[in-house]
């Protein structure tokens, strides 16, 4: 059973930093590409990264550019999110996702509970 | 960039039949998979359609997922409405960027 277990959410000041971490088990981690998708209180779903199972691809959304970066232990079947330059608008619960279908897009195939970030002074 | 566009929000009663739409902003939403995404109240989003029209295992065939062209929409059909369909439904593709694109979402009603 696929299990993605998300932690590492909490209140940060703004421009500070947050590292999420999603340890997955119940599959092959490392033989599957995952992602991060956030969604603000009360607004939509958001995807935010992607990264490839070897690690060597990975895209993130224009809003987070150059502030986030995602990445990936295979050896430790994490996936990380290390956020930098915080602002409000990030406030979010951030869900890591397991990509299913062997199309090269494919979708977001298991959910984790996701984990709460709230950026506030 | 490429958008998907929903309706806010849709109610239909018990046991009718209710259709939700997604329109792409350019191009062809034919070109890419789309996929449908429920979302019931404090809960993670599941899986109901992927890859137009493909069920995960699970998911009754009262759910189903259709492309038309010429509107350039995807739509989630689902029949014999029940109370516990009740949730947020949001429609997912890509866009040439290498970047995965969702649907605002729609508000399911079921009264």
């Known amino acids: 059973q696929v299990q993605l277990v998300e932690s590492g959410g909490g209140v940060v000041q703004p421009g500070k930093s947050l590292k999420l971490s999603c340890a997955a088990s119940?599959?092959?981690?490392?033989?599957?590409?995952m992602h991060w998708v956030r969604q603000a209180p009360g607004k939509g779903l958001e995807w935010v990264a992607f990264?490839?199972?070897?690690?060597?691809?990975?895209y993130h959304a224009d809003s987070v550019k150059g502030r986030f970066t995602i990445s990936r232990d295979n050896s430790k079947n994490t996936l990380y999110l290390q956020m930098n330059s915080l602002r409000p608008e990030d406030t979010a619960v951030y869900y890591c996702?397991?990509?299913?279908?062997?199309?090269?897009?494919?979708?977001?195939?298991?959910w984790g509970q996701g984990s709460l970030v709230t950026v506030s002074s | 960039n490429f958008m998907l566009t929903q309706p806010h929000s849709v109610s239909e009663s018990p046991g009718k039949t209710i259709t939700i739409s997604c329109t792409g902003s350019s191009g062809s939403i034919a070109s890419n998979y789309v996929q449908w995404y429920q979302q019931r109240p404090g809960s993670a989003p599941t899986t109901v359609i992927f890859?137009?029209?493909?069920?995960p295992s699970g998911v009754p065939d009262r759910f189903s997922g259709s492309i038309d062209s010429p509107s350039n929409s995807a739509s989630l059909t689902i029949s014999g409405l029940k109370t516990e369909d009740e949730a947020d439904y949001y429609c997912q593709s890509y866009d040439s960027s290498n970047h995965w694109v969702f649907g605002g979402g729609t508000k399911l009603t079921v009264l």
């Open positions: 996702a397991k990509k299913g279908s062997g199309s090269y897009f494919g979708y977001f195939q298991n």
């Open positions: 119940g599959f092959t981690f490392s033989s599957y590409d």
């Open positions: 990264m490839s199972r070897d690690g060597t691809n990975k």
């Open positions: 890859e137009d029209k493909l069920r």
